[in-house]
């Protein structure tokens, strides 16, 4: 079992920064590939990025390339989500999740684990 706890959400401006972080318990994180996917309201949950379980190998969505981060540290369990240059259309609920499998993917249902969100609204 994997528990996810997400933090560092907020409200900012458009143009500035975030960086969220995803604590993971469960002795299985360094063996997980992780994600990041966003829900805004009224739409459907998609995928933002994710890390491999090595930290080597990322991949971005096409409309956060250049301006958000994932990295993760594995001795401290915890995998981060830097955004920079925020825009409105940012605005969602953010959810980290751990597949349990080398490489990530872009497919929400291929992750095994959820945590329970972070609300991030910027404003313009």
């Known amino acids: 079992q994997v528990q996810l706890v997400e933090s560092g959400g907020g409200l900012v401006q458009a143009g500035g920064s975030l960086r969220l972080s995803c604590v993971a318990s469960?002795?299985?994180?360094?063996?997980?590939?992780m994600g990041w996917f966003r829900q805004a309201p009224g739409k459907e949950r998609e995928f933002v990025g994710t890390i491999s379980w090595s930290g080597g190998i990322t991949y971005y969505a096409d409309f956060v390339k250049g301006r958000f981060t994932i990295s993760r540290d594995n001795a401290k369990n915890t995998v981060y989500l830097q955004m920079n240059s925020l825009k409105p259309e940012d605005t969602a609920v953010y959810y980290c999740a751990a597949r349990s499998n080398a490489l990530g993917s872009m497919q929400a249902w291929e992750y095994d684990y959820w945590g329970q969100g972070t609300q991030v609204t910027v404003s313009s």
């Open positions: 469960g002795r299985t994180f360094s063996r997980s590939a």
